[in-house]
């Protein structure tokens, strides 16, 4: 079949150029460390303060050992607004929302998940030590711009598990009471 030099020499471009897309993703995602969560968990909106899968608030550490950092997302904030984990550790994130769609984006890391209300989003990921922003960067209201909280990274030597008993504060206006949850494993263990 004759083709056109020129038109050659595009479709050669084309392959290059194809090339070049995957690869750049490839090497993202293996060595950043970039993916799109893909965890797919629902939950209640109406009930997340009272949900299990959400308590406690915060950091804890389950019985393998695992860290893990429980966080609602409302307009306009985050909850808890600061949380302190250690570095150089694999940190579990579950995240979720109690109102409308929110992103939890931890600033300068691959830490990122959009926040849908109905669904528990989670991330793993670990930090240098360090002082992180938490933002929301899904626009979601008038005070969208003031949605924020912090993360301290601490070296592992000088952090120490939160006890079950420091969950952040709910806002007594939407608090739901109910019995304690005894699922999820919150205690050190010491
Ligand atoms: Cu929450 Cu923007």
Request: include cysteine; charge should be negative.
């Amino acid at each position: 079949m004759k083709v056109d030099l020129y038109e050659r020499l595009w479709m050669y471009a084309v392959v290059v150029m194809l090339a070049a897309f995957f690869t750049s993703t490839a090497v993202a995602a293996m060595r950043g460390g970039i993916h799109p969560p893909s965890h797919v968990e629902t939950i209640d909106p109406k009930r997340v303060f009272s949900d299990p899968r959400l308590q406690p608030q915060g950091v804890s550490v389950d019985r393998d050992g695992h860290v893990h950092a429980r966080v609602i997302g409302l307009t306009f904030a985050w909850l808890p607004a600061t949380m302190t984990i250690p570095a150089e550790t694999p940190v579990t994130f579950h995240v979720t929302s109690t109102d409308v769609i929110h992103g939890f984006e931890i600033v300068g890391t691959n830490g990122q998940t959009m926040v849908i209300p109905g669904y528990l989003s989670q991330l793993t990921t670990e930090f240098d030590p360090g002082e992180y922003l938490v933002a929301c960067n899904e626009y979601c209201g008038v005070g969208h711009h003031t949605m924020a909280s912090r993360i301290r990274v601490v070296p592992r030597a000088q952090w120490t598990a939160p006890g079950a008993a420091s969950g952040a504060a709910v806002p007594p206006a939407l608090a739901t009471p109910t019995t304690p949850a005894t699922a999820g494993g919150a205690h050190d263990g010491h």
